[in-house]
């Protein structure tokens, strides 16, 4: 498993953007699939996306709105935030197929 850090997170007012990334200590070319998941107070681990090398997929909540991307050069994975709600607040990790996940980074959307 390759180790996790994600950043980028922070206090954003609604409608707002943020780009969260992730960057692996190692190669993320031979995963599969990279993705992001989130966990609101209170709340269960929810998925909010991934990408492989056939697709990108999205929960319905953020779709049309977030954005995935993956650098397998520079061992990255990507997630742009547009049109941000309040619903949106929580901590947000990064993931992969091989069993990796990162200690989290906190967005919190708020006028």
């Known amino acids: 498993q390759v180790q996790l850090v994600e950043s980028g997170g922070g206090l954003v007012q609604p409608g707002g953007s943020l780009r969260l990334s992730c960057a692996a200590s190692?190669?993320?070319?031979?995963?599969?699939?990279m993705g992001w998941y989130r966990q609101a107070p209170g709340k269960e681990r929810e998925w909010v996306g991934h990408?492989?090398?056939?697709?990108?997929e999205y929960a319905d909540s953020v779709k049309g709105r977030f954005t995935l991307s993956r650098d397998n050069t520079n061992n990255r994975v990507y997630l742009q935030m547009d049109d941000l709600k309040p619903e949106d607040t929580a901590v947000y990790f990064c993931?992969?197929?091989?069993?990796?996940w990162g200690q989290g980074t906190q967005v919190t959307v708020s006028s």
């Open positions: 190692g190669s993320i070319f031979s995963i599969y699939a």
């Open positions: 993931t992969g197929t091989d069993g990796s």
């Open positions: 990408i492989s090398r056939d697709a990108v």
